[in-house]
Each structure stands twice: as structure tokens, then as C-alpha cells.
């Protein structure tokens, strides 16, 4: 039986592919490669006044890549609001592997000692491939973006794909373009050197709420 391996997956994130199961009971893996592909502008990314009053008052302790998988498992959960999941086993191993190998990071919002929100994704030079987010506390999934594209802003990345765009990142900035456009964005910005772990995140904060709309 064919086992797809962490590297694989790296290829195929290179060439524009990425991977969803059917639900999370599913064996099988589905590979996408849309015509239409969502991306987060980081230079005209918004930022809701409601949100900006949150990031003020700081509810959460914002963590980076300190606790993965449950981040992973988190974004697994059934909820009311989403009861099917397209994370599977083989997702969970496959990006715990990429974790570990330090080509993917994980967004953590916690309060009182409990991960209440946060999101995932994997990094290869100047791209950033968001996967998935949750929240059980209202707005630590906002929130968790919000300081992601902080972080990737001052860190040099260029490109942040959301695969596909959701009336929720509409209210962001996020934007359809075509597969070729894609393609090319995601060359250029596989060729810059960046570092995710290095960055003075409450100045980065505060450049991206200084510039963007709101």
C-alpha cells in the first residue's frame, strides 16, 4: 500500500498541490489543484475595528510552535458550527513530520493554561500555505491570524494561500486569482530566504495594525 511521506508532500505543496481527506474516518487522501486559488494579500490585509479592540485589551497569551499537534487536533474537532473534518490520521502524521522537520508552524492563542484557538500551515521560503483554524473562545482564531500575518510580514515572507476564499477571509482581504498567477507568485516566493521563529512579534503587531485598514 502506498504511503505518502512527509518530502512527497513538500513536492506537491512546490508544485501548486495540496491534500484534504473526504472526513476524518477517510483512508484516502484527495489531492486539489484549483483554477481559481485564495490568497491573503499581506500588503492590504485587513483588519475589522472590532478585531483591532480585541488585540488592545489582549485577552489570549499568543504562543508560536509550541504545542503542534494540538493545535492539529484542534482543527480536527467536530463542532456545531463545522461537524465534518477533513483531517485525517495520515493529515495529522504528515504535518506533525513537517513540524518536526521545521517546514510547518502553528499560531497558538491560550488563556489560564488552556489552548483555546490557533491555526496551522506549512512554510517553504517565502510562502506560507494556511490550512486550518479553530476557536473555542470567541475571536482566538482571528486573533491567531492576525498575528500570523504579522509574523510573516516581518519576516520577509510574500505569499500567504489560503487555497480557497470563505466569506469569513473576504472580511480580511482575501482574493481569488487565477492558477497561472498563482504559480508564479508561489515561484517567487519559494526563492526568499525567511525565518518564522525570528521576530519581534510586538513590533511586528504593531507595523501591521499601524498600516492596515481597518
Known sequence: MFTLSAPMLLRAYAAGIFPMAESAESRELHWFDPERRGILPLDSFHVPRSLRKTLRRGPFELRFDSAFRAVIEGCAESTEERP???????????????????????????????????????????????ESMFSRETGASKVALVHLVARLRAA????????????????????EIPRTEYRRRLAAAMER??????????????????????
Open 193 to 214: 530566504k525567511t525565518d518564522f521563529r525570528v521576530v519581534d512579534q510586538q513590533a511586528a503587531l504593531a507595523d501591521l495594525l499601524e498600516s492596515a485598514s481597518g
Open 156 to 175: 520577509g515572507f510574500a505569499l500567504l494561500d489560503t487555497q480557497f476564499v470563505t466569506e469569513h477571509l473576504c472580511r480580511f482581504g482575501a482574493i
Open 84 to 130: 465534518k473534518t477533513w483531517i485525517n490520521d495520515d493529515i495529522i502524521r504528515l504535518y506533525c513530520e513537517l513540524f518536526d522537520a521545521g517546514f510547518a508552524h502553528s499560531v497558538e492563542c491560550w488563556r489560564d493554561g488552556r489552548l483555546v484557538g490557533g491555526l496551522y500551515g506549512v512554510s517553504i521560503g517565502g510562502a506560507y500555505f494556511g
